[in-house]
């Protein structure tokens, strides 16, 4: 299973914000685990903290503003995009402003100073969001659609269309997060000329200029409103007559302005909180319906605080029933868990399918057979029990006992046809031959019985 990380060192860096056109300075630290991604306002009195999680998002128009307690940060996505492509988990970002500086218009800086300090691994586990069915989030106003699909890893697909002669249609797909620095991250952030006056009597993008954005000039204005705009934007004067991109620097990539788009959805969904393991299609993405999807994931993941894991029955087990009767003592009537799926240093994932002929039955109840909740707690401790047996040399010659069992809890009733998928963890290193595990049982992705075990290992005598 995948730990944690954060960053091995601090880094900072210094630039003008997009909106304010303030002088902005940043610093992003190391966090502890399962700290998230937290922004911290070093300007304001308390220094308060907005946790960058979707539901605090309070604005989506030119980027995506976190805010709390009237206190806001706004342009957060390249930031965050960079953090999430690395695998960065846990992060503390400090900033003396109420927004984050847009350096280039890309994540292309931060990519490189995350490189520079490296991560360091942390002893949490990373808990991924994995997406079973078919998520879809549509704006109907603005025809923006946000699909997530089953994938093993995590991929986007973004696909952009403008009513411009310079900018049609274009796509941009992301099928790994280790190519992100040569395929994403330098993607700016685009405009067109005809957004910028609205923009400045909006009061924004104060700090744009024609080195940090792709500018879009694809309908003709005058010469003298032209050269206004280019005053107003402090930006040299140029022949109202030619149409095309008037930005300093070319195209980093044809499709660049797409890449952009790709870019500011990986920032946004890392407002999740948990890395994903999907496939996102997005049509026409932006902020908007970006913080939509977040946040139709974030309400999953309060309503289900863990998630089952995936069950293939196509899939050869790791451990068959003839391999668990050679590490568990039990037999019938009493030898609860059928297969192993999924087993790693510190977590295992085991199999039972519950029948109507389990002896059990017979009396608990014969008009409404259920499955016995201290079964449910054996069948748990007998699948930890191939967890920790595993690892040890002749585990024929151990056996595993309980000596504490604590906040059991049962949260719907098991019955003939259910299939139980076990999933054990580790809660600590064993010591002195204790193991303490976390168990849930889940029937399809509902947790029907949860608890915390404590065993000791002892060899037979």
Known sequence: MDKQHTLKESFSLEGKGLHTGLNIKIRFNPAPENHGYKIKRVDVEGEPIIDAVAENVSGTQRGTVLSKNGVQVSTVEHALSALYAYGVDNCLIEVDAPELPILDGSSVIYANEIERVGLQEQGATRDYYIVKNKIEVKDSETGSSIIALPDD?????????????????????????????????????????????????????????????????ERQISQERFDKLAETMGAPKKDATQLGYIMNKPLVYPNEPARHKLLDILGDVALIGKPIKGRIIATCPGHKINNQFARIVRKDIKLNDVQAPVYNPNTVPLMDINRIKQLLP????????????????????????????????????????????????????????????????????????????????????????????????????????????????????????????????????
């Open 153 to 217: 890893t995590f991929c986007v697909n973004a696909l952009i269309s403008f009513d411009s002669v310079f900018l049609d249609s274009q796509y941009a797909t992301l099928d790994d997060l280790k190519d992100f620095k040569t395929e994403i991250a330098a993607s700016r952030t685009f405009v067109f000329v005809r957004e910028i006056e609205p923009l400045l009597q909006n009061n924004l993008i104060k700090g744009g200029d024609l080195d940090n954005a792709i500018v879009i000039y």
């Open 330 to 461: 039990h037999r019938y009537p009493f030898l609860l868990v059928e297969k192993i799926i999924e087993i790693g240093g510190k977590y295992i994932v085991g199999i039972k399918n519950v029948s109507v002929n389990e002896p059990f039955f017979q009396g608990h109840f014969p008009e409404e057979p259920v499955m016995p909740g201290v079964l449910l707690v054996e069948s748990m401790a007998q699948t930890g029990g191939l967890l920790v047996l595993n690892q040890v040399e002749e585990p024929h010659r151990y056996s595993t006992y309980f000596m504490k069992i604590d906040n059991v809890k049962f949260r719907q009733k098991v019955v003939p046809g259910d299939t139980l998928i076990f999933k054990l963890e580790m809660l600590t290193e064993i010591r002195r031959g204790i193991a303490n595990m976390k168990g849930y049982v889940f029937v399809g992705e509902k947790v029907v019985c949860e608890a915390e075990f404590m065993a000791q290992i002892i060899k037979n005598k």
